[in-house]
């Protein structure tokens, strides 16, 4: 299963995303990414060059909640190169804004809502949505299954899997301990996303530094 680093804290990119990047370089992540709010484009674009000249996958989650916004967000995640676009509900417009382009679109399922986003909906509703987004074209959905306020986070997970077939299931959002991951990859889940628990040092309570916290994470992953 792939780890997803967001080098996000509090659903907002960091300031010194760049710096992190640097000091993280040795960990060898293949999967880093951020959220389209807390930084200026210029950066957006620089974090997005570094993550490619690192070999890594790169991911921009997109956290505005008007629609314009979001396609605003589509179209940045297409002018910087990103390789998968997470978030958002506007699968029609967002599909028309990438296509072509090698921007992959990774929806949410269910109702999304509020600000940290929390996720609505039943099972039966997000394994129809994942059923619907793949027909539609898109390479996967990201769930926020543990932000779910009315299903078993587990139990989304395998109704998004059922729905998605062979589509990329990501998991994001308030991922935090080794067990969950344990019980997302058992689930059917592709990837996952952690950020502010690395940076807080909550995942590894008993590790210091931020490389110890990503290396604890990969650990779990195998």
Do not use: W
Request: glycine share 10%; net charge negative.
């Amino acid at each position: 299963m792939d780890f997803v680093f967001m080098l996000t804290r509090s659903d907002a990119t960091v300031s010194d995303g760049l710096e992190v990047l640097d000091d993280i370089r040795s960990v060898g992540l293949t999967h880093i990414g951020f959220k389209d709010v807390g930084v200026p484009p210029d950066v957006l674009r620089e974090l997005s060059r570094r993550i490619t000249e690192m070999g890594a996958t790169s991911y921009l989650e997109v956290v505005s909640t008007s629609t314009e916004t979001m396609l605003q967000s589509a179209r940045v995640a297409v002018d910087i190169g990103i390789d998968r676009l997470l978030g958002g509900t506007q699968v029609d417009a967002v599909l028309e804004i990438v296509k072509g382009s090698k921007t992959q679109y990774l929806p949410f399922p269910g109702r999304p809502f509020d600000h940290p986003t929390k996720l609505a909906g039943s099972v039966e509703l997000v394994e129809e949505h994942c059923k619907a987004f793949r027909a539609k074209g898109c390479a996967g959905v990201d769930l926020l299954a543990y932000r779910a306020t009315e299903a078993d986070p587990i139990e989304l997970v395998k109704a998004a899997r059922r729905g998605i077939g062979d589509g990329i299931l990501l998991v994001a959002g308030a991922v935090k301990t080794a067990d969950q991951i344990r019980a997302l990859k058992a689930a059917g889940a592709d990837s996952f996303t952690i950020g502010s628990a690395a940076f807080d040092g909550s995942y590894a309570p008993n590790l210091g530094s931020l490389r110890s916290q990503l290396r604890a994470v990969l650990d779990a992953c195998r």
